[in-house]
């Protein structure tokens, strides 16, 4: 009873004096939350006539500053800036989700086969990997972007590649460590499949580090997604995008139209450090190093 109580008491500890990183991943939480919610009501939004269509740009004055009838103003295009920056987080978590899925998908299992089967195979896919990583994930992105395409999908798989050889790195490191546990050797010896090792005994020892992996590379899509979006590899034309409505807005700059790049810059600040804010937060969650310091501090 004793001992029970004293391993709750840093969780109770926790939750009345939560750390400055605790404290920055609700923030986080709440911005990116608050993006969601956008992406999922803005259709509804236009819908009810409270948006303006993101592609209709003929209706509109152009280059009109921000008014009661253009809350953030209007483009060179006539394109309403409102409209666009609400749509514009639509289309960047629809790439972002989809691009980290995507690389979980891949590097997790890779990570487990190569650190579990270990031989020739861990040796060739370990090369394999750091060479990948060795390269420039912006650089790697813009040049898968040239070859597959645009579109959210071909954007999402030439996002993905990059961060492919880091979970396999982290899974791979703790395959290696947890394989040789005495509750796996024990499996082992009665007969367990691989499969079976991989799938009820390793998965849940080795994946504890995924969730903060996955936020830190969905805030560095979101921004490598601007950066392609800038370069005109993205998604399509008029789609509403962040960092392609930026790369229009530069012409406009030194003429005082400011708040054509203001909004969707503001905007694609925003999502990625309410991302990198969720990561930072659970790695204290998830690193006993930090979770212990915390607890005596307090």
């Known amino acids: 009873m004793t001992s029970t109580k004293a391993r709750s008491l840093p969780w109770l500890n926790l939750a009345k004096a939560p750390s400055l990183s605790v404290q920055m ?6 911005i990116t939350l608050m ?24 209706s509109n004055p152009i280059h009109h500053p921000p008014s009661l009838e253009h809350w953030f103003g209007t483009t ?18 629809q790439v972002v989700v989809l691009a980290t899925a995507l690389s979980v998908f891949v590097g997790v299992p890779l990570g487990m086969l190569s650190g579990y089967l270990g031989g020739k195979l861990d040796r060739a896919m370990l090369f394999f990997m750091d060479t990948i990583y060795t390269l ?17 999908l071909n954007a999402a798989i030439a996002l993905s590649i990059a961060y492919i050889p880091q979970y396999y790195r982290v899974v791979r490191n703790h395959t290696v460590s947890v394989k040789t546990e005495l509750f796996v050797e024990a499996a082992q010896s009665m007969g367990a499949s691989p499969w079976r090792v991989l799938t009820r005994y390793l ?23 601007g950066g392609l979006g800038f370069l005109g590899l993205g998604l399509p034309d008029q789609t509403p995008e962040w960092g392609a409505d930026l790369r229009q807005a530069l012409d406009a700059l030194p003429t005082g139209i400011w708040w054509t790049a203001l909004f ?3 905007a ?17 969650f998830i690193n006993p190093l930090l979770r212990r310091e915390h607890w005596q501090s307090h």
């Open 264 to 266: 969707p810059g503001l």
């Open 25 to 30: 991943m609700r923030v986080g939480l709440v």
């Open 35 to 58: 993006f969601v919610a956008i992406a999922l009501l803005a259709p509804l939004m236009q819908a009810w006539g409270w948006l303006q269509n993101p592609m209709e740009s003929l």
């Open 136 to 152: 420039p994930g912006l650089l790697l992105s813009v040049t898968l972007a040239f070859v597959v395409g645009r579109g959210v």
């Open 76 to 93: 060179r295009q006539g394109y309403d800036v409102f409209s666009r920056t609400l749509f514009g987080a639509q289309a960047a978590l």
């Open 203 to 225: 998965f849940a020892n080795v994946i504890q580090s995924v969730p903060v992996l996955f936020t830190l590379n969905a805030a560095d899509a979101a921004l490598t997604l």
């Open 268 to 284: 694609l600040t925003l999502l990625v450090v309410g991302l990198s804010l969720i990561g930072e937060g659970l790695n204290e």
